[in-house]
Structures are given as C-alpha cells and as structure tokens.
C-alpha cells in the first residue's frame, strides 16, 4: 500500500491547524493536563489514518502484528514537543521480515510529517525476557497502550506477559530501576533546589514522578502476579503526587510553546513569564519569580520525598552498599525509636506529643545517618499543628539543636526537618530564605540549600583524601565551639530573604534576634555574629595580594583572635564549596589556607613554629641547591620580585621562569603554552614596556579567549613575568593543534610591534555577536591607599565581557599608572579585577586617582 498525496497534505493541515488551536488554548486557559491530552489525541488520529492508508484498511488487523504506545505516550502524556514512543509487536520472529517495509513506511511519514517518533521492535517472545543493561525498555512497557493492529496479541502482551515478567523479575527490575534514578540524581547533587532547574530530569521533576508510580506499580504486581486494582499509595500522598503533576504538566507545556522544542530547562527568563502568566497556578495573583519558583520547588519537594520513601522501604531497590549494612541498622537503638532495615520507626505512636522527643528523633537522625520511615514522617506531620502553638524555645530549643548541629550526618537531618516544615517552625528566621532563588550566575542552589550544603561540606572534610581537605579538617577539630561555626553557616544568608539593601547587615539584625530567642550566651552570641558580620570579608581578601605584609596585618588585626580566624577561615570554605561543585578550585582553597596561616602567624607573632611561615626562604634555599652556579645570575632575578611571586610559583616554575629569561638573546618575547584541566596557561617572560600588559590581554581577547585569572609581576631589572589562564571560547587551539604555535607567534609579534592589534581586535569584533547578558552587574571602581606601602590598589568590578582586561589595561597604561601586579579573577558574569599601580615610581595622587577613575567609567559603558 502507498499513501495517498492527498492524505499527507491532509494530515499535515490538520496537524498544523490542530497543534495551534491547542497552543492557543493553552496560552488562554494555561491547563497542562488539557494540551497534552489533547496533543495525545491528536497524533493518535494521525496515526490510526496512516494506520488504515499504509498497513491495514481494518484498523484491527492485520494479524499477528499491532501498534502500541509506550512510555509518555503510553501514559497519554504527548507534550507540545516530546517523542512519540511506540512498539511495532509481532507475534513471532517471522513478523519482522513481513512488516519491515511497511514499518519503514509508516515511519518515514511520521517523520516527514516532522514528528518525533521513536519506534522499537520486537516479537512477543522477547518482551519476555529483561535485559539489566536495558531496564528502559521493560519500565516502558509498564504503560503500554493499544494503538492499532490485532487486539488480541496486545492483550496477550497486557494481560500475561507483562505482570508474569514483572512478578518474576521484580528484584533485577527494582534495582535496575533505583540505579538509573540514583546516578541521574547524583548528576544534580541530588537536590532539587537548583536556581534554574530542569523540569523533568531534576530531582522531584516529572522524571521522578513517574518512578515514583513505577516503584509502586512494580511493587505492587510482584505481589499479586497480575495488575493491581485501586490506588497504589496513600490518599495524602496521592493528593501532593497529583497537585504536582498538575503544576508540572502546565510548566513542560509552557516550557516546550515557549522554546519551540522539547526543551525542559526552567531559566531564569522562562521563570520571569511563567511568574507573569501564573502558570500552573492560575488562582493566583501577582506572583514574583521568587513566589512562582517557591510554588514549583513545593511540588518538587513533595515529588522527590515521596521517590526516596520508596527507594528506602522497597528492599529489592536498595543499593549493594545499604544491603550490606541493613542488618547492622535494624536493631533497637533507643527506648524511643526502633531501626528496621534503616529506617527509623517509633517504639510509641503517641510519643511525639512529647516535643523532646521529635527532637531527640532527629538527633538521632543526624547521629546514625539514618532515615525516618514514612509512617514516622506521617506522625511528624500530625505533631506539627500542636507544636506550632507553643514552639519550643529559649535555651532547651539551643541544647537539642547544637547536638544536632555538631552530628556528621547534620546535614541530612536538617533537610529532612526542612522538608516537613519543622525547621521554619523551629527558626522561623529562615522562612524568608526557604526556596530563594537568588540570580547571580554564580550560586548553583536556592539560599537555603546553599547553607546546608556548606554545613554538610565541613563534615566531609574527615572523609576526604585531599591534602588541603585534611588540613581543613585538622582545623576543624582544633575549634572549641564548632557548633557556633554551624549555626553561623545556617544563618548567614537570612538577610537575602529581605529585599534591597546589604544582605550581610540584614543577615547580622536577623540572626540576632534569632539568637536573642535561643538565649544564646553573651560570648558565643557574638561569635556567631562576628562570624556572619563578616563572612565575607576572607573572600575580599583573596583579591588583594595576600602575600604583602600589610594586607595579612591588617586582615588579622581584624579577626582579632585565632579562634575567630579558624572559624572565618572554615566558613569561608565551606561557603565557597557550597556556592557550586566547581566553585573551591585547588588554588582558591590553597589561597584561603595561605592567608590563614600568613593571619595566623601575625596573630601568634610565632611564625617560625609554622610548617607555612617561612615559605619563601624555603623556597630561596630550594632554588640556590637547583641553580648552585648561577648564584649571579640567580639574584639578578630574584631581586624585587614581590613576595608573592615566589610563592604562587613552585621552585621549579621560577627556575623555568629564569631559563626563559636567559634565552632574551635569542627572543626577547619568551612565550610558553601549555593546557590545564580547567583552563590554557599562557607564561609569558619578556623585559618591561610601555602598555604591556594591555597588549598582552588584547591579543588574547583578539583571539576570542576568555581570561578567567591572571598574575603580573616585574623584578628590580625590569624582567616581566606574566601568568594568563583563559578559556578558549571557540575550541581554536583544542581543534588545530598546528594553532598553538601561531598563537604563540601573534604573541610575539603583536609585543614587538610586528602586528597591528588594532586591526586584530576589529577583525574579531566584526565577527562576533553580542553575548547576552544573564544578570547585569554595576561597575564599580575602587581605590585603597593603606592596603600597601608602595603601591595605589584599585579593584574593578564589572560585567565580564570580550576585552573587558584589555580596556581595563589600556585605560591605565594611557593614565600613565605602571601595573606592578595584577590580579584577576571570575565569578559567573562578574568580573572581579585588581591592580597595584604606582606612577613614576609612586603612589598615585589623589588626583591622578579621581582621573583614572572617570576614564576608567567612560571606558566601561555598557553600550
């Protein structure tokens, strides 16, 4: 049979015609379930009529052979632009021969039609056998359906198959199936606090709804070796499971009208209109994209606690890791709890009334690692309506909370009270940081997972192999108080939950009154205010050069004591290694212990006792045994450098570094390249010139690379060594390894003059479009005279951009300002820049300091 031009004009109207009615109507009523009912319609009906065109005028036949959806369109779920899913089933082997042209027909029109078909194949006797390496293809026919072709063979696939093969497969079926739910969890942190998460495949997305279904379902039918009837879980359950698959079934529909495509992704734009149109929330007004994304993470919460109450109480889905310690969890532990396969069950229903006991219970969670079971949860949620009434408070709410806080598994036990509402009623304070979304491009999670996070971070630290890990830990073992440390983490960030303003001050007056109610000591109460006040001060630091005197005094001076030194230290750790996975790079968090310990020692006036104190005469004596014959050649290079030069760079850089600079005979431009696992490294050694830093920068930006840090330094004779690390935005040098080389070489001549970099930056200027901007960030120009004794410090802040260092440099170099170091650094779109300048050989003036910084503004104009 050929199918008709006439049919396909027909079906292809019809389609066009049909998918905009329901984008329209979708776009009016804003109903998620309605669209994709009717999209599962609609492509049902074109399928049944190339069904009749192309394989049988009888859409019953023919025999031995049917069409079955599976999967979304199984489950009656056709999103605007999600695949079709369908199995073309032969009753024997035979069949796959038979129907092959045919299938590849009928495909090819659905393709043609520009639909997204998924086809599989196979004869009956196959869907009876599970393949561990393709649990997919089993899960899917849980929610198969008939389309087309003989009934009869469907239903023996329905009816027999399916539940004898679930029943007789459930263990390898259930694991198989938490296996791919776990790793694609842990691909997202196994959160679903993510600041732009992804619909379906985050935690407590659409995804985990439906294994939340399956794990029931599976459970279910390996029981009674046939399909259940009734409900698969409890009403309450049900309930939450529903509501969230109405607001999730409206936003992937918004999402997929909105992008064009199947694309799942919740933006931060995407968010700003979902917010607009109320989407999934039509009985709501005037909502924020915070209150929308609060709405959305609710459900998200609900969908993913309900998946993981599966995984935990169905043994066959458990992990080799928990079935090998079960046993070791399933005794008694307490006269108030018992433990069975781990999960924590009350030995009193009606103990809960009793609010020390809820609270021992989650101590007892954060102690053991262990996890309410859901009948427990299920009382939790009953004791919370009396608790609200009178909280409790004071000094017992403190004792309880400060165990807590100190436990290794703390983290788990906070999000499990989060989860059931108990920790906003515990501290209200952190009410308005519950789900908020915070836009600054560079914080991965919502405030309040951010904070626990960092708070789990600290109590890993005893269970890493990292060399600067452990010595985190051993400071973290030295603190008398580590529960201040904790409870300052819980609370730093409150004060972004209030609009406008500094979220550090209002952070500050927050936990204050927080503290104020905990009667909290007078002593500790201003630890854990100092520590919040001035959280960030640490990470300011990073951005001067820590290895000048004057900065590391005046920074100490500041913590005042070595206990509030240790614990701004392990904060400002953890704060950075909650902000995203690749936040705490190796060479940040060895900045943040090199500045620990240069503060420490100014504190103790004992720096010979400490293994970092002398790292720079150590490093002396290393290089004099490496170069014992070049002792004048050795000074003359050494000298002047600034102390920070010789200990970012291992003994053995410097050496390299030298080497290069014995060779200006032959090249007075000494260029080395070589790639990182982040980043390209780009060393150069070369004697000072005028605007040398600004060329240097301008040739990369000219090549369409991105500087993400750098460091800059001169000697006492006018050698230069400057260390770029950049990112190469359009893979240049990964794809054509013959590149580096002519890179190396624009260096070079761009440095002595032999290329026009002008003409460069214009070639690469033409030929690039405007990046957009996620989050904007005001420029600011800062300057600091006390910081060093030679030099005038400026940082900029502003939005990172092409050329961004280039204009930075080039301004300065025109404002005749001398850069003797240079450090810079990215955070998401914020470009964090700072300069020690001197001119002539001096500070700069005040004056020259107001010029600088209106040229410096005037070049950096957002157009």
């Known amino acids: 049979m050929s199918t008709s031009s006439s049919l396909i004009g027909e079906l292809r109207v019809s389609l066009a015609e049909l998918s905009a009615k329901i984008a329209k109507e979708f776009a009016e009523t804003g109903n998620g379930r309605a669209a994709v009912a009717q999209r599962t319609n609609l492509i049902e009906e074109i399928i049944g009529k190339l069904w009749k065109d192309l394989v049988s005028p009888d859409s019953g036949g023919p025999k031995d052979f049917a069409l079955i959806a599976t999967g979304g369109f199984g489950r009656g779920w056709l999103f605007p632009h999600s695949d079709i899913d369908v199995l073309f089933l032969y009753a024997d082997r035979g069949g796959e021969a038979a129907h092959k042209e045919t299938i590849r027909r009928f495909s090819q029109e659905l393709w043609d039609l520009k639909l997204r078909l998924s086809p599989a194949s196979r004869y009956l006797a196959e869907c009876d056998h599970f393949d561990a390496n393709n649990t997919e293809f089993t899960i899917s026919l849980l929610d198969c359906r008939y389309l087309a072709g003989d009934r009869e063979l469907f239903g023996r696939l329905h009816g027999k198959l399916i539940p004898r093969l679930v029943a007789r497969e459930s263990k390898p079926l259930l694991q198989g199936l938490a296996e791919v739910t776990r790793e694609r969890q842990a691909k997202f942190g196994q959160t679903v606090f993510h600041l732009e998460p992804n619909l379906k495949e985050t935690p407590g997305g659409l995804r985990d709804y439906n294994v939340a279904c399956w794990l029931a379902l599976i459970s279910a039918t390996s029981k009674l070796n046939d399909w259940p009837e009734g409900p698969l879980m409890r009403a309450p359950v049900q309930r939450q499971l529903d509501a969230a698959l109405e607001f999730l079934m409206a936003a992937r529909c918004f999402l997929h009208f909105r992008h064009g495509r199947d694309d799942n992704s919740l933006t931060w734009e995407a968010q700003d209109e979902a917010a607009v149109r109320r989407i999934g929330t039509q009985e709501t007004a005037n909502l924020t994209s915070a209150d929308w994304m609060r709405i959305y993470f609710s459900h998200a919460r609900a969908v993913q606690r309900t998946v993981m109450q599966l995984l935990e109480e169905i043994p066959e889905s458990w992990s080799s890791l928990r079935r090998q310690f079960h046993g070791w969890k399933s005794r008694p532990a307490s006269p108030d709890f018992s433990v069975v396969d781990g999960l924590i069950f009350l030995q009193q229903s009606s103990s809960l009334q009793d609010h020390e006991t809820l609270l021992r219970l989650f101590h007892f969670m954060a102690e053991h690692g262990l996890k309410p079971s859901a009948t427990t949860e299920h009382r939790i949620e009953q004791a919370l309506p009396a608790l609200a009434v009178v909280p409790p408070r004071g000094a017992e709410l403190w004792l309880y909370l400060q165990e807590t806080l100190l436990q290794p598994y703390a983290a788990d036990a906070l999000r499990a009270m989060h989860s059931l509402r108990l920790l906003t009623l515990l501290l209200p304070e952190l009410k308005p940081i519950d789900s908020l979304v ?33 010595r985190f830990a051993e400071l973290l073992a030295e603190l008398e108080d580590p529960e201040l440390l904790y409870l300052a983490l819980l609370l ?17 007056e927050i936990a204050g009154r927080c503290l104020d109610r905990l009667d909290v000591d ?3 109460r201003a ?4 520590l919040i006040g001035n959280h960030l001060e640490m990470s300011a ?52 212990w090199q500045l620990y310990i240069a503060a420490a020692n100014y504190l103790s006036r004992s720096a010979d006792h400490r293994v970092h104190a002398d790292a720079g005469n150590e490093k002396l004596v290393r290089l004099r045994s490496l170069a014992p014959v070049m002792g004048v050649k050795f000074k003359e290079f050494v000298e002047g450098f600034p102390q920070r030069y010789l200990l970012v760079n291992p003994a053995e850089e410097v050496m390299r570094h030298m080497a290069m600079a014995d060779n200006f005979g032959q090249n007075e431009v000494q260029v080395d390249l070589k790639r990182g696992r982040h980043w390209y490294e780009l060393t150069l050694v070369t004697k000072d010139r005028p605007s040398l830093f600004a060329m240097l920068t301008g040739v990369l930006a000219a090549w369409g690379m991105n500087i993400v840090k750098a460091n800059a330094f001169s000697n006492q004779a006018g050698t230069v060594v400057d260390t770029i690390y950049f990112t190469d935005r359009f893979r240049t040098l990964e794809l054509n390894l013959s590149e580096w080389e002519r890179f190396r070489q624009s260096v070079a001549a761009v440095l002595t003059g032999r290329a026009d970099l002008e003409k460069m930056l214009r070639d690469r200027q033409r030929g690039e479009k405007s990046a957009h901007i996620k989050v904007a960030v005001k420029t600011r120009i800062d300057f600091d005279d006390e910081s060093s004794l030679n030099t005038t410090l400026l940082q900029v802040i502003a939005q990172d951009r092409p050329r961004l260092l280039h204009k930075i440099s080039s301004c300065l170099s025109r404002q005749q300002c001398n850069i003797e170091i240079a450090l810079i650094d990215t955070e ?36």
Not at 527 to 530: A, E, G
Not at 551 to 559: C, I
Not at 835 to 862: D, H, I
Request: hydrophobic fraction near 40%; proline fraction near 4%.
């Open 438 to 470: 915070v836009r600054d491009f560079y914080h991965r999670f919502t405030v309040d997972e951010h904070s626990i996070i960092a708070i789990e971070s600290l109590h890993r630290l005893n269970q890493s192999h990292s060399e600067w890990d452990k």
């Open 492 to 508: 730093h960030d409150t004060g972004k939950g209030v609009a406008g303003g500094n979220h550090v001050e209002a952070s500050v």
């Open 522 to 524: 007078s002593q500790e």
């Open 527 to 530: 630890m854990v205010l100092f």
């Open 541 to 592: 630091q990073l951005r001067r050069d820590i290895f000048d005197p004057a900065t590391v005094a005046a920074f100490a001076e500041k913590m005042g004591t070595p206990e509030r030194l240790k614990m701004l230290c392990l904060l400002t750790y953890a704060d950075i290694k909650a902000v995203n996975p690749e936040a705490l790079t190796p060479w940040k968090a060895e900045n943040v």
């Open 828 to 863: 998401g779109q914020m470009a964090i820049d700072v300069f020690y300048l001197t001119s002539s050989g001096r500070k700069l003036t005040p004056e020259q300091e107001k010029r600088v910084a209106g040229a410096l503004a005037e070049e950096l104009k957002v157009p």
